[in-house]
């Protein structure tokens, strides 16, 4: 019948307006946060807590008792917890070392655990090729070799935040050739070669006292002077009496200005040293005590059975390193009289005399014998050989130089952060201050496995 729908018609008209109402008013659903915003809260309730207890700075830097205290205070089941610092020294230091066998197990007996601010850093050394750099946060390179055929892979490396310490010398026929001339001397390290004096350095002594946290030398400047050196007793003797550990006295020797001067653990807070060189104990130091051997200061920062710290004072300078002894047949440089030593001439090759940190000091004039590059993506410094094709013996204040320069150009973030999808970390700035002031970012993460 006309003006009759039929009941087919009707439910298509309806179904129709259903359709195009869903279509023109989407319906609206709202997700909440709150469950993130309670796992932040957590966080930052747990961070707090460790700061009000005085227990942050230890467990940013001891994973194991972070984790023993987050499970305690965490009692969700199947949480995920982890923690990671960033900005300062991390407690396991992987240095990758172009060095021999034996250059390694020296470094590692010599700088191979340094206690600081109450934490034990320990710089774990591993062989590395330069084509081929394992995963690490400072690379040294010892000894003289050409680098530019290894100029990516180096460049690579310092833009990941890794930093690079060569102990270099450049000896032999055209030695200008050798830095001028390599283009990772030039551009990564920053360096040029000028001459090869014939001259003596008297003694090497850092350029200045750095005023600023702007300049580049204020950082290893402030390590050297804060780290205290580990000194570790090679033997026990009975040659003290009065001394009370048991089984007898830990006897080691501090080495400075070429000479051996011994000390022996007397007590867990205090050692005997011998401060005139005539190898007998005539000075008792208590921890945090000042005392003096061939007129430089040097305080007792802490004492161990198997170890001691000892800090340098601001006063110190170090004996000849940048100088060496020329073979039978190398040429002497043009105009120079005839002699056996030798000094390079080597100078920032921006000729920015504040990357320069150490000097070695002639009567004719000064002559880099450290020298930084400190860029927003590089951390280098180049340093003589030490130890002269090891005809030299390296020393206790130069051991510490450079355990200076592996903290200070070594990668402050950590390598193998912890990242979930669904987790959340909050992030603190936080101080501490005993041997040397650290500030830095510590992060707490938590996650649910899913």
């Known amino acids: 019948m006309k003006g009759v729908i039929s009941i087919v018609e009707f439910g298509i008209a309806a179904l129709s307006l259903i359709i195009i109402f869903n279509i023109l008013f989407p319906s609206i659903s709202y997700e909440h946060k709150w469950e993130d915003a309670l796992t932040i809260l957590k966080a930052r309730d747990v961070i707090i807590t460790l700061d009000r207890i005085g227990k942050l700075y230890r467990y940013s830097f001891d994973s194991t008792e972070l984790s023993n205290f987050l499970d305690k205070v965490i009692h969700e089941e199947k949480m995920i917890k982890w923690g990671e610092t960033e900005g300062t020294f991390k407690s396991r230091i992987i240095v990758a ?10 470094l590692s007996r010599w700088i191979g655990t340094i206690k600081l601010n109450d934490r034990y850093v320990t710089l774990d050394f591993v062989e590395s090729k330069l084509n081929e750099i394992p995963v690490s946060d400072v690379l040294i390179i010892w000894g003289y070799k050409p680098l530019s055929p290894y100029y990516n892979t180096l460049k690579n490396y310092v833009a990941e935040g890794n930093g690079i310490i060569e102990l270099m010398d450049f000896k032999g026929t055209n030695p200008e050739d050798k830095v001028n001339n390599d283009i990772v001397q030039r551009e990564i390290f920053g360096i040029r070669y000028d001459t090869r004096d014939n001259d003596a350095v008297d003694e090497i002594s850092f350029s200045k ?13 402030k390590i050297f002077f804060h780290i205290p050196l580990p000194l570790i007793p090679t033997t026990r003797v009975f040659e003290i009496p009065e001394c009370t550990i048991p089984g007898g006295q830990p006897k080691g020797f501090f080495s400075i200005k070429g000479k051996k001067f011994p000390y022996w653990i007397c007590t867990t807070t205090s050692v005997w040293f011998d401060t005139d060189g005539d190898l007998i104990a005539d000075k008792l130091v208590s921890e945090g005590e000042k005392f003096e051997i061939e007129g430089y200061n040097f305080t007792l920062s802490y004492v161990e059975e198997s170890r001691i710290g000892i800090k340098f004072h601001e006063n110190y300078i170090f004996d000849d390193f940048l100088s060496y002894i020329a073979p039978a047949g190398e040429p002497s440089p043009p105009g120079k009289a005839l002699g056996t030593r030798r000094i390079p001439d080597i100078y920032p090759s921006n000729n920015d005399t504040e990357r320069i940190l150490l000097f070695g000091i002639s009567s004719t004039k000064n002559y880099s014998a450290c020298i930084l590059n400190i860029t927003e993506i590089s951390r280098v410094a180049w340093l003589p050989e030490l130890s002269k094709d090891g005809t030299r013996v390296i020393q206790d204040d130069e051991k510490l130089l450079l355990a200076t320069l592996i903290l200070d150009m070594s990668n402050k973030k950590e390598k193998e952060i912890f990242r979930i999808h669904e987790g959340r970390s909050v992030s603190y700035i936080n101080v501490f201050n005993k041997d040397i002031f650290e500030v830095y970012e510590f992060k707490l993460g938590i996650s649910r496995p899913y």
């Open 209 to 221: 006292k750095p005023q600023s946290v702007e300049e580049k030398i204020y950082f290893p400047f």
């Open 97 to 106: 070392c172009n060095c021999t066998k034996e250059q390694i197990s020296d």
